[in-house]
T-cell receptor
Framework: NAGVTQTPKFQVLKTGQSMTLQCAQDMNHEYMSWYRQDPGMGLRLIHYSVGAGITDQGEVPNGYNVSRSTTEDFPLRLLSAAPSQTSVYFCASSYIIGRNGYTFGSGTRLTVV | AQTVTQSQPEMSVQEAETVTLSCTYD???????LFWYKQPPSRQMILVIRQEAYKQQNATESRFSVNFQKAAKSFSLKISDSQLGDAAMYFCAYRSAETSGSRLTFGEGTQLTVNP
């Protein structure tokens, strides 16, 4: 049982480049989300989805795009990378009823130079 | 919107001693879930303990227990018999039970150091 698989683990981008962070879960979770983690700020929600074909913005959506074509996959696209997007990114999933919390991927450390 | 506050950016404890990490939250809801997550240097987010707001009994998981004070909107984590492996960043988190598909809101985190 793989849980939440997030790739890559590390990435360095140049300013203006685009890339996609991949996230896949095999637990049939309806809810999937992307967070970024910055020192002293906890984890902040970027985008989330409550099911295939349904996405919505979180607290810090600017510069990011998502889609959810299947229950399993929820990729995060950086459209034109900026140094302010240097962060650790986490994908997480859960059932739609939240009593069990999230299952997290292992994170991606992204550096934009 | 709900907010979660962890007022202790850093804490330290001697091995085998007990430490308590503080968390307060703000909500107008009556039904919700509270969580403590642990993030060791490996960066993996690990669920430590969970509390359901409608349950008055404090949750316990082995050496980890919570003090849930609903009226005060306080949710502290007590770690007993601290071990070196407990050293990590700890996050308190809130999730509504009144709305399906609700987000998890995190505090800023508390960095716990365990001294041998």
């Amino acid at each position: 049982n793989a849980g939440v698989t997030q790739t890559p683990k590390f990435q360095v981008l140049k300013t203006g480049q685009s890339m996609t962070l991949q996230c896949a879960q095999d637990m049939n979770h309806e809810y999937m989300s992307w967070y970024r983690q910055d020192p002293g700020m906890g984890l902040r929600l970027i985008h989330y989805s409550v099911g295939a074909g349904i996405t919505d913005q979180g607290e810090v959506p600017n510069g990011y795009n998502v889609s959810r074509s299947t229950t399993e996959d929820f990729p995060l696209r950086l459209l034109s990378a900026a140094p302010s997007q240097t962060s650790v990114y986490f994908c997480a999933s859960s059932y739609i009823i939240g009593r069990n919390g999230y299952t997290f991927g292992s994170g991606t450390r992204l550096t934009v130079v | 919107a709900q907010t979660v506050t962890q007022s202790q950016p850093e804490m330290s404890v001697q091995e085998a001693e007990t430490v308590t990490l503080s968390c307060t939250y703000d909500t107008s809801e009556s039904d919700y879930y509270l969580f403590w997550y642990k993030q060791p240097p490996s960066r993996q987010m690990i669920l430590v303990i969970r509390q359901e707001a409608y349950k008055q009994q404090n949750a316990t998981e082995s050496r980890f227990s919570v003090n849930f004070q609903k009226a005060a909107k306080s949710f502290s984590l007590k770690i007993s018999d601290s071990q070196l492996g407990d050293a990590a960043m700890y996050f308190c988190a809130y999730r509504s039970a009144e709305t399906s598909g609700s987000r998890l809101t995190f505090g800023e985190g508390t960095q716990l150091t365990v001294n041998p």
